[in-house]
């Protein structure tokens, strides 16, 4: 080839942050020494949904999975020594994103920083969390206002930030084809376009501007040639729809920006060490073609199945991508796939199906119509289940979980305990008490913060109003305000919401013929019901604390649905006293809890105490989720009649089972019932 300039590489990145701010800044600056070219910070779930520290529902969850941000003070703390004008930081944050980036400015700010020189990207996503993630807050029409405003402010005074990242990638967690994965994305993405342009904050002319900030966050599966083809089919479709509906005329602004997290739901804990080559496949994807190369990749670690990764779990995906950037020869070439027939007709079919779904979408009024009519999460839950339904019946193979699973020992995980990183239980007990004292003397030296409560009255009144929020989110950081305080005050505006779940509407995903592993579920569950003289069995599916990821509770309760039990499932975000409140009103014969967050050790026995308290011991309690081995055998202690992580993808055995911890209950004989 003639010599030509390599191509620089893309941002590279990790995504990272727990227990506390002075400990997630030291991990940044360790990462940043190792090479690493940008942050990416992610918040845990009480900041992610709201709630200060220790508000009810964040017990069990402050610093798990991610960093606990609740005012100034711990941004200030967070970003200590690092310069956020030379930074390029992304921030994993939605419904609070407005106070989370109006904290980042006010630390820039006092850093002495330019705030038009501020890079980066808040996430700000709202419509992937009513379907997929479950960190939404507010109603979709005030949670697209927040966006608008966002938009319109970062274009007039921060420039070089992206305001927004519309993100699918938790659509192909929640079992989006790349298909679904380009039409919701894209018509998010002009729900929020239209939005701005309807709002009245950008002129016409500036529209250009907020097209070019507008960025995505991708999934990259390990179909390595489908997924490569999916970000060529991005690319088209976006220049399409920046041309056509917004009629930008200049190509730079046009351009398919976004950068990509490669699938952790494919990471498995069998055979973990597996994960490392389906990282690399993945990252293939999004990095072979030249025209459809992402400007930012983080990958996650092989134990993540597992559990949280260590830092030298992290240093080794950034590693991953290190050795394909400056050994390979990959930045070399100009775009190896032009020309390639096969990989033209593959873009082509999915550009065709991705408009025609997107058309089907705008014909029911948009996107926001389509998430509040229950449309979009009912095809993810479906999509999903014919997923699960293909593992279990061996038809999509997984090595070391459905095919060749015999296996030497491995000595990565020789030890589990210390194959993952714990957060120590003590962490949420100092942030609280922390918190405590910020709130009684942020107005004191050596702080000297303005009362809050003039700046939340204000930002209520602009709430109730038409005025962008972002001044009065300002002046809130600016006086001290908490995360809580702040999402409180909208919360009373706006109220909040609880989305559709997707489940009673989604169609039978495994067929229950003669024979069948499903039908012998289903005989057992009609004889235990006869034994126990009711018409059904009923089983409460529950979600405790603030763990959003919901795919696997709805997986877990359309398959108990599809067995013939009744089911009870009321969404995520609920206490243990909800659930507890629900399974007694219901009468159920099972509880069924599902966490990902690691706030089991805590939520699940305060379950257990209080139906032993309300006189339900005849009622088992089953627990599900990323759970390491050491807390299953604690909660097997406590009471739980069953544990089971990633590992168990028989869903079908797992309602059997299910059934034998209510026999056992109810002191019934096992059921033997013919395989």
Aim: glycine residues 8%; hydrophobic residues 40%; proline residues 5%.
């Amino acid at each position: 080839m003639t010599e030509r300039q390599k191509d620089r590489p893309w941002l590279m990145r990790t995504y990272a942050g727990h227990s506390t701010a002075e400990a997630s800044n030291e991990l940044y600056r360790r990462n940043l020494a190792k090479g690493q070219t940008g942050l990416s910070v992610a918040f845990d779930l009480p900041t992610q949904t709201g709630y200060d520290s220790d508000h009810i529902l964040a017990r069990g969850e402050v610093g798990r999975v991610g960093v606990p941000i609740a005012h100034v003070g711990d941004m200030r703390r967070l970003f200590q020594d690092i310069p956020l004008e030379q930074m390029n930081t992304s921030m994993t944050i939605n419904a609070t994103a407005m106070w989370l980036l109006a904290l980042y400015q006010v630390v820039a700010e006092e850093q002495g920083a330019d705030i038009t020189q501020l890079q980066g990207t808040t996430q700000n996503d709202i419509v992937k969390e009513y379907l997929s993630r479950g960190t939404h807050v507010f109603p979709p029409g005030p949670s697209l206002r927040l966006t608008t405003d966002m938009i319109a402010y970062t274009v007039s005074h921060m420039p070089k930030w992206n305001p927004i990242n519309i993100c699918s990638y938790h659509l192909q967690e929640a079992g989006a084809t790349p298909v679904q994965e380009i039409a919701y994305a894209m018509s998010t993405a002009i729900a929020v376009l239209d939005a701005v342009r309807d709002s009245g904050q950008v002129p016409q002319e500036r529209m250009g501007d907020v097209v070019a900030r507008i960025s995505f966050f991708v999934n990259a599966g390990v179909r390595f040639i489908e997924e490569m083809c999916k970000m060529r089919a991005f690319g088209r479709i976006w220049d399409k729809v920046t041309r056509e509906r917004y009629g930008i005329e200049n190509p730079k602004q046009r351009r398919f920006r976004y950068g990509v997290q490669v699938n952790s739901l494919g990471l498995t804990e069998a055979q973990p060490e597996n994960n490392v080559q389906r990282i690399v496949l993945e990252m293939l994807a999004v990095t072979l073609s030249k025209d459809a190369r992402a400007r930012a990749v983080q990958l996650p670690a092989w134990n993540e199945a597992l559990g949280l990764p260590r830092p030298w779990d992290q240093q080794w995906s950034l590693r991953i991508q290190q050795v394909l950037a400056y050994e390979s020869d990959l930045l070399e070439y100009e775009d190896i796939f032009e020309g390639s027939k096969v990989i033209e007709a593959k873009v082509e079919g999915l550009v065709e199906a991705a408009l025609a779904e997107m058309d089907r979408i705008e014909e029911m009024g948009g996107a926001m119509a389509a998430v509040e009519s229950g449309y979009l999460k009912s095809q993810l839950v479906a999509s999903h289940a014919e997923r699960r339904g293909r593992i279990e019946s061996g038809q999509e193979k997984i090595v070391g979980v459905n095919i060749f699973e015999g296996t030497e020992p491995n000595p990565l995980t020789a030890d589990l305990d210390t194959a993952i990183q714990t957060v120590d239980p003590e962490v949420e007990a100092r942030v609280v008490a922390a918190l405590q004292q910020w709130r009684d003397s942020r107005y004191q030296p050596p702080f000297n913060h303005p009362r809050p409560c003039k700046a939340l009255e204000r930002l209520k009144e602009a709430a109730r109003g038409t005025e962008n929020l972002m001044e009065a989110t300002l002046e809130c950081a600016r006086a001290g305000a908490t995360t809580g305080e702040w999402a409180g005050a909208l919360r009373e505006v706006f109220g909040e919401f609880r989305a559709p779940t997707g489940v009673s509407s989604a169609p039978v995903a495994v067929p229950a013929e003669e024979g069948s592993a499903l039908a012998h579920v289903r005989r057992k569950v009609e004889l235990t019901a006869k034994d126990l003289g009711v018409g059904k069995l009923r089983f409460l599916v529950g979600k405790p604390g603030l763990d959003g990821h919901s795919n696997g509770a709805e997986q877990i309760a359309v398959r108990a649905r599809d067995a013939g039990f009744e089911v009870v499932y009321q969404g995520i975000r609920l206490t243990p006293e909800q659930i507890v409140d629900a399974a007694l009103a219901e009468d159920v014969h099972a509880v069924g809890l599902s966490i990902l967050s690691g706030s089991h050790a805590q939520l699940v026995p305060d379950v257990l105490e209080r139906l032993r308290v309300a006189g339900a011991t005849d009622i088992p309690v089953i627990a599900g989720g990323i759970i390491p081995n050491g807390d299953a055998e604690q909660l097997r202690a406590a009471g739980v009649a069953a544990v089971f992580t990633p590992k168990d993808f028989d869903i079908t055995g797992i309602i059997g089972r299910i059934v034998d911890e209510i026999r056992k209950a109810n002191q019934l004989d096992p059921l033997e019932v013919p395989a």
